[in-house]
């Protein structure tokens, strides 16, 4: 059971109150009564439900980690982060007790409110069912946390609550003109894309697929500084921020997008567009309180029932299960100086130059658009990074900040 938490979130941290999960990727987790009343909860074991690389399990047989793991670790990295700048510069910044919990709890919450089949709900079947949706997992995010502590009693202070919030939606726009800045780029940067979210997923994604990871969070994070309200990296780390945005370019073109992987998604959008007019499974993205309900065994209620409204979408899942799937045509690569003046093709294109007598139909066929870059979609992203060079000067450490923006010209975005 979780321990006592005070109104102004302050933590006991008796022995008898701690929990220790193990973690396979970062050892020991410790977690103090105030995360435990969050993480006891049935909205939040919901992500136990959540595969971490939604339908990518079908291809990559260990991508079976969930969004519960990789909360936890973000969590702890965020502890981890802030713990290492509090540790140098604490009195300087005036770090409290208070900033170090807020910033846990918001890696800790951070995917609370997230669809099923990772990105696919939100970008693929959604936009599909609903016009001009803008409903978003970061959005619900904030909406479940109210939710479970409303249902769940957590006595916590609710200025505290509110940075949990704005840390979990964090944009540049929105946090220029915060207190100490810095601390809303900790778990989701929008300044320039480097945060502890990050440095989980792609270690853990990787692991999980047997894929090498030569970028290592760890340094980054021991030597980091805050500099003018901004997290900044030692000039010598440059390379390793580089891999943070290399490896991530990578796990998308090698696992989220790989073309068996496209084929699956699109069949479960299908099933589930289908599914809609009987399931309703668009009337529960609106309250935390029916969303939590939502997750990854839908796939699962589709294919056991006998209802005849279900059929075609048990047929799908059906061909999924049977290997039966999309079949992959063609890729084009769009080169980088035609991308200004690219025009989308569809189906219909396709279909009407359509010369082998193949009969297709616009249905037949799927187009998939996919943009992998380095967070910054043209532009080098080291250009958005500020870095550091120690410099000592009459006995008297000196920072001097310089920027890596010219390195690496070359291709940032496929």
């Not at 992500?47 to 990518?56: A, T």
């Not at 006595?155 to 946090?175: F, Q």
């Not at 894309?193 to 894929?211: E, M, N, P, T």
């Not at 010598?236 to 991530?248: I, Q």
Request: hydrophobic share 40%.
């Amino acid at each position: 059971m979780a321990g006592p938490v005070s109104s102004l979130g302050y933590v006991n941290t008796e022995r008898k109150f701690l929990k220790h999960i193990r973690d396979n990727v970062h050892g020991n987790i410790l977690l103090e009564p105030i995360f435990l009343s969050f993480m006891d909860t049935e909205q939040f074991q919901r992500l136990r439900d959540l595969k971490q690389l939604g339908l990518s399990y079908m291809v990559y047989p260990g991508a079976v980690h969930s969004r519960f793991e990789h909360s936890l670790g973000v969590y702890w990295l965020a502890g981890k982060a802030i713990d290492a700048i509090k540790k140098y510069q604490g009195q300087e910044l005036g770090i409290e007790h208070t900033d170090v919990l807020t910033v846990k709890l918001a890696g800790l919450l951070h995917d609370v409110g997230h669809g099923p089949f990772s990105h696919t709900f939100e970008r693929g079947f959604l936009p599909l069912v609903l016009q001009g949706s803008t409903w978003s997992h970061e959005e619900m995010s904030v909406k479940m946390i109210d939710h479970i502590v409303d249902q769940h009693k957590i006595d916590l202070d609710s200025e505290l609550l509110k940075k949990v919030k704005e840390m979990i939606t964090s944009s540049p726009g929105h946090s220029s003109q915060r207190e100490k800045r810095f601390l809303y780029d900790i778990v989701a940067n929008g300044r320039n894309g480097i945060d502890v979210d990050k440095f989980d997923y792609i270690v853990r994604d990787s692991r999980a697929c047997g894929l090498g990871c030569n970028f290592q969070h760890e340094r980054l994070m021991e030597t980091m500084h805050v500099v003018d309200d901004e997290i900044c990296y030692r000039a010598n780390d440059y390379l390793t921020v580089h891999k943070l945005f290399a490896t991530r370019a990578d796990l998308h073109q090698t696992v989220y997008t790989h073309a068996k992987v496209k084929a699956i998604e699109l069949m479960v959008i299908d099933a589930l567009v289908k599914a809609n007019p009987f399931l309703q499974i668009t009337s529960l993205i609106h309250q935390p309180s029916e969303f939590w309900k939502l997750d990854d065994s839908i796939l699962k209620t589709i294919e056991s029932s006998s209802q005849q409204e279900l059929k075609e979408s048990r047929d799908l899942i059906q061909r999924i299960r049977r290997r039966d799937l999309y079949q992959y045509c063609n890729e084009f690569s769009v080169p980088k100086e035609r991308l200004d003046h690219f025009r989308s093709i569809t189906p219909q294109d396709i279909v009407c130059s359509q010369t082998n007598g193949a009969n297709l139909k616009e249905e037949d066929v799927v187009v998939s658009y996919v943009k992998i870059d380095l967070t910054r979609g043209r532009a080098n992203p080291l250009g958005s990074v500020n870095f550091f060079k120690v410099l000592i000067h009459l006995n008297s450490l000196l920072l001097s900040l310089l920027s890596f923006s010219f390195f690496f010209f070359g291709k940032y975005i496929d």
